[in-house]
């Protein structure tokens, strides 16, 4: 089992930075991808941004794209979300998430969330 503990969240001004942590334990040798989604009321949950366990190569949504940054830490087994220029459509539920592959089969493991919101 894999275990994800995010850290981080709260309440910011339009325009403002945020940073979220997120820390890896339990099984995670094999895990091949981290990173964040999140979900705003009444919607999806969506994907944020990815990297992948050498930091190697990430992935960002259009929607933040040059405001958002995504970063890991092999040695901690971290990995952090910065968060600039927010904005109010930014607030949600921001949940932490890896990726294991074992015999060609993903499987995704989620932290318990948590909570942004970005006021206008």
């Known amino acids: 089992q894999v275990q994800l503990v995010e850290s981080g969240g709260g309440l910011v001004q339009a325009g403002g930075s945020m940073g979220l942590s997120c820390a890896a334990s339990?099984?995670?040798?094999?895990?091949?991808?981290m990173g964040w989604y999140r979900q705003a009321p009444g919607k999806q949950r969506e994907l944020v941004a990815t990297?992948?366990?050498?930091?190697?190569?990430?992935n960002y949504a259009d929607s933040v794209k040059d405001r958002f940054t995504i970063s890991s830490d092999t040695a901690k087994d971290t990995v952090s979300l910065q968060m600039n220029s927010l904005k109010p459509e930014d607030t949600a539920v921001y949940y932490c998430?890896?990726?294991?592959?074992?015999?060609?089969?993903?499987?995704?493991?989620w932290g318990q969330g948590t909570q942004v919101t970005v006021s206008s």
């Open positions: 339990g099984s995670i040798f094999d895990v091949n991808l």
């Open positions: 990297i992948t366990r050498d930091g190697s190569t990430t």
């Open positions: 998430y890896c990726r294991k592959t074992l015999h060609g089969v993903n499987r995704a493991y």
